[in-house]
């Protein structure tokens, strides 16, 4: 890992390697010291000659300043004696300022990362990052004094301090926060995390900072989110929280996407309304959608859960295009129920959320009825025994278990979810992706094609200029919505929904056609009667009132679709006061 290693104590080997061979040399020196004396004062009692000896460990014995033939080995005790004194000294200084030399260094550290908390997620994240090649600084969440010739693993810094939280600004700054590129709060605390992810989002910046903050309840994280988008302007510092549980679930379908089986949608159970288990059904679905975009087939799911007609209540009310995608079958009770009165359906994919992580693997290992399905279709939650994947993994050399010939997947949901580029994904930049993608659908229904229109193509494959109008547009939502009185609200419960208004989709049209010719000026383009984009030429950088009716109905479709692109995420528009 880059970076210097001023003011740390050398790694575990080297000092191992180093207190053997001093303490060996030292050993020796009592010896050779000893039958040298016996040799050169061999009048004196071994008490004395023991005495004479030990005083070679503070640079002098009184025998030896009337000179004279001195034995050898006498000879060479009185200079590796001292050595393995000034070693003791070296040593013990060492472990006096290394701490205060690893803060201070910390402290002038540039381009770094900051890790604060000291649990499973803390660790998996600031390895990863060291793994990427990061500078890492950590924080304990609560510290105290590190033991002494302890080192943290690596090269990264570990900061302490008696008492102190992570979260006070004293402790931030010693960590370098004013140079840091990326702080992320990961204790084991909300609002810990929340009040950390506070005081770094609002120190003076000389650098650029993202800031994330873990917040283990999904709906707290939603409302959290909704809150910090709902700005009308951003602090320098970009802001983000994130759930472990939902970005794993994210990243389950990025390399295993969702397949049509027997020529339709695979059948999927799903064990334990958990948050894990809620967010995969979700991602289950948008993989279905992006599957079938025409809604011609819906995905079958059975949730079983103790209150597993709730939860589906829950999530078709919190996600309305659920609805229009799958369907869901309840089943109120546990597996042994379920199986009892005759299994529903053999199942393609079957996902096992439990929390309690043996029974998840237990379930797993001895429901036969679960095994139908092909190569990784059976998928068990874990998380501090996910290492246990290894005894099952058969690309693994020292397996010793068998994987149900391939259908057994153990995934853990902390490697899964520490991924910096996954929580790098914010809100802005998913809400981003659903804009385009939304865009895409309008114009190819109106007729438009990518060759006419070189942005309608995947979001992979848009230029970055444009992935950075969209990331705009999705910044300015709250900004909007203040306009019209209104704000962003996780849909949480019953709540009353403000459904825009003609003369509000309007307004919101025209605001949002200022601020792209605004955004597009800044970078360099121009009005011109044809579109060119090498030459940063369009027809639509003009005022509102000179746009024709095609570029404004644009522009009405984008606002007209915002409603469903909140809803996507999780969020509604409501009305607070009245504009």
Known sequence: MPGSSLGEPPRAPTMNLLRLIFGTIGLLSVVFGYLGFEEYLPEHSPLDLLYYDLQLFVLGSPPLDDGGPIP????????TAPAVTVYALVEAGRLLFATELRRLRARNSRNHVIVCGDG????????????????????????VVAEPGVPHPGTAHTLTARAAAARDPDVLRTAGIRRARALYACTSD???????????????????????AQVSDPELCLALQARHLGLAEHPGARLDFFNIDELAARNLFVRSA??????????????????FGRAALVELARQWRMRDPGGDSLLPIALVDDEATRAAAELTHRYPFLSRVCHITPY???LAELLDTGFPLPPDQVFICYDDEEQALKTALTTEQLWHGGPGSVVVRLDRLASLREAFDVGHGDRVLDDLSGALRLYGVVHAACDPALIGDDLVERLARVIHESYVVARHRHGETSTANPALVPWDELPETLRQANRAQADDIGRKLRELGCALSPRVGPGAEHVLADHEIERLAVLEHQRWVTERVATGWRYADSRDDARRLHPALSTWESLDEDMRERNHDAIRELPAILADAGFRIVRVRHA
């Open 72 to 79: 050898d080995l006498l000879n060479i005790a009185r200079f």
């Open 120 to 143: 499973l997620v803390a660790s998996t994240l600031a390895r990863r990052l060291r793994a990427a090649g990061e500078r890492v600084v950590t924080v304990p969440a609560e510290a």
């Open 190 to 212: 909300n609002a810990t995390n929340t009040a950390i992810a506070l005081a770094a989002a609002q120190r003076n910046r000389r650098t650029p900072l993202a800031v994330y």
């Open 258 to 275: 969702l397949r049509p089986v027997r020529g339709g949608p695979p059948r999927v159970v799903v064990l334990g309304a958990t948050v």
């Open 332 to 334: 109120d009770g546990g």
